[in-house]
Antibody, heavy 123, light 107 residues
Framework: EVQLVESGGGLVQPGGSLRLSCAASGFTFSSYWMSWVRQAPGKGLEWVANIKQDGSEKYYVDSVKGRFTISRDNAKNSLYLQMNSLRAEDTAVYYC????????????????WGQGTMVTVSS | AIRMTQSPSSLSASTGDRVTITCRASQGISSYLAWYQQKPGKAPKLLIYAASTLQSGVPSRFSGSGSGTDFTLTISCLQSEDFATYYC?????????FGQGTKVEIK
């Protein structure tokens, strides 16, 4: 079964850090761009970042540039999101999602999603 | 960033109704558009990509059309399991952006 399972969410104080993980199974993880998408409580979806199959290219939404770092370990079939200098507005459910299967195409429809992990930034 | 605007923001419909949701892009995106369904507490589910291609396993009552800046998601005969929030998303250019969502509620 094709599956993505996120972990690592929780309550953190403003200015703090958190590392999210996403474990992939059921498909060749190293063949896909992978993304993080978030959803603030009661709000819509916002793409956060993505990473190329070999980790050589990364893209971020402006609001997280310089604070968040996306990475992957293809040997462990895992995707990560290191979040530093967290703000209240980063409070959201964070989803990992399978992105493009084409090496030269960075963005595509997200066909597989994890169940999400909640991040709450509050004092 | 390309702005995606959905209309309406919400609608009330009955089982068996034909429902149409519109998505407009602030600039041309060719056919690089996807539609998702999201139920409360669940992850989004891909319904349609490339504006009109049905994702595997999605019922044929769902259809998509459009290109350029104007797109439509149609549910031909609304079923009870279709009551949810629907989002469009462009993947034509960085950053990928979503519409604000359309909530389909029971009349």
């Amino acid at each position: 079964e094709v599956q993505l399972v996120e972990s690592g969410g929780g309550l953190v104080q403003p200015g703090g850090s958190l590392r999210l993980s996403c474990a992939a199974s059921g498909f060749t993880f190293s063949s896909y761009w992978m993304s993080w998408v978030r959803q603030a409580p009661g709000k819509g979806l916002e793409w956060v970042a993505n990473i190329k199959q070999d980790g050589s290219e990364k893209y971020y939404v402006d609001s997280v540039k310089g604070r968040f770092t996306i990475s992957r370990d293809n040997a462990k079939n895992s995707l990560y999101l290191q979040m530093n200098s967290l703000r209240a507005e980063d409070t959201a459910v964070y989803y990992c999602a399978r992105d493009s299967a084409r090496i030269a195409v960075a963005f595509d429809a997200f066909d597989i999603w994890g169940q999400g992990t909640m991040v709450t930034v509050s004092s | 960033a390309i702005r995606m605007t959905q209309s309406p923001s919400s609608l009330s419909a009955s089982t068996g109704d034909r429902v149409t949701i519109t998505c407009r892009a602030s600039q041309g995106i060719s056919s690089y558009l996807a539609w998702y369904q999201q139920k409360p507490g669940k992850a989004p589910k891909l319904l349609i990509y490339a504006a009109s291609t049905l994702q595997s396993g999605v019922p044929s009552r769902f259809s998509g059309s459009g290109s350029g800046t104007d797109f439509t998601l149609t549910i031909s005969c609304l079923q009870s399991e279709d009551f949810a929030t629907y989002y469009c998303q462009q993947y034509y250019s960085y950053p990928p952006t979503f519409g604000q969502g359309t909530k389909v509620e029971i009349k």
